[in-house]
């Protein structure tokens, strides 16, 4: 059974740093493409940011450009998402999700695209 547990939100400044965490189990976690996602209260689900399997390339959502980053250990089934210099708007439920694709396939924005998700974590960022 895949499963993704996400980890590290909580409640901060704005300007503070936070730093998710996401660990994959049941499945074979180098196939996969991986991604964060988010939800603010009344407003629908976006993309954050999206790794590639090895590592090689990235993609950001405008909103987080230079602020955030996303990165992974395949050895230990972790991605992981740096935020930096947070901001109220960036207050949301994380989520990590996984994409079974080829290597060389580009990183998706769309929901659609993942295959499992996790549960989210919270991030709070009071101004």
């Known amino acids: 059974q895949e499963q993704l547990v996400e980890s590290g939100g909580g409640s901060v400044q704005a300007g503070a740093a936070l730093k998710l965490s996401c660990v994959g189990s049941?499945?074979?976690?180098?196939?996969?493409?991986m991604a964060w996602f988010r939800q603010a209260p009344g407003k629908a689900r976006e993309f954050v940011a999206a790794?590639?399997?090895?590592?090689?390339?990235?993609k950001y959502a405008d909103s987080v450009k230079g602020r955030f980053t996303i990165s992974r250990i395949n050895d230990r089934k972790t991605v992981y998402l740096q935020m930096n210099n947070l901001k109220p708007e960036d207050t949301a439920l994380y989520y990590c999700a996984a994409d079974r694709t080829i290597l060389t396939a580009p990183l998706s924005t769309s929901q659609a695209q993942y295959d499992f998700w996790g549960q989210g974590t919270r991030v709070t960022v009071s101004s």
């Open positions: 049941g499945f074979t976690f180098s196939y996969y493409s």
């Open positions: 790794i590639s399997r090895n590592v090689g390339t990235s």
